[in-house]
């Protein structure tokens, strides 16, 4: 019953910045992780950035320093700004929460990030 919705994708030019939003309904438990995955074409799904309920964060390598991931006070809702984008960022970014009393996960359907001239 865990509804993943999503939003903020777009068409940016190189060097450019792009805040991502997921809005998250119904039962995540106490202890939980929500974070972002990214797919470009032709390429296996990969971690972004991912935060726990605790507020550890972890991103994946190729950040960089550029994204910074956080989460409501509620822990409703997941937020990604990224700043200083790349040609190589364009993907389907999808948000993910994962249960961690019975481990189970949860995703939205995705939004498009076009990074281009």
């Known amino acids: 019953q865990v509804q993943v919705v999503e939003s903020g994708g777009g068409l940016v030019q190189p060097g450019g910045s792009l805040r991502l939003s997921c809005e998250v309904s119904?039962?995540?438990?106490?202890?939980?992780?929500m974070g972002w995955y990214r797919q470009a074409p032709g390429k296996q799904r990969e971690l972004v950035a991912v935060?726990?309920?605790?507020?550890?964060?972890k991103y994946g390598d190729f950040v960089e320093g550029r994204f910074t991931i956080s989460r409501d006070i509620a822990y409703n809702s997941v937020y990604l700004q990224m700043n200083s984008l790349k040609p190589e960022d364009t993907a389907v970014y999808y948000c993910?929460?994962?249960?961690?009393?019975?481990?189970?996960?949860?995703w939205g359907q995705g939004t498009q990030v076009t990074v281009s001239s």
């Open positions: 935060i726990f309920t605790g507020g550890v964060k």
């Open positions: 119904g039962n995540i438990g106490s202890r939980n992780v």
């Open positions: 993910n929460v994962r249960k961690l009393d019975f481990p189970v996960d949860y």
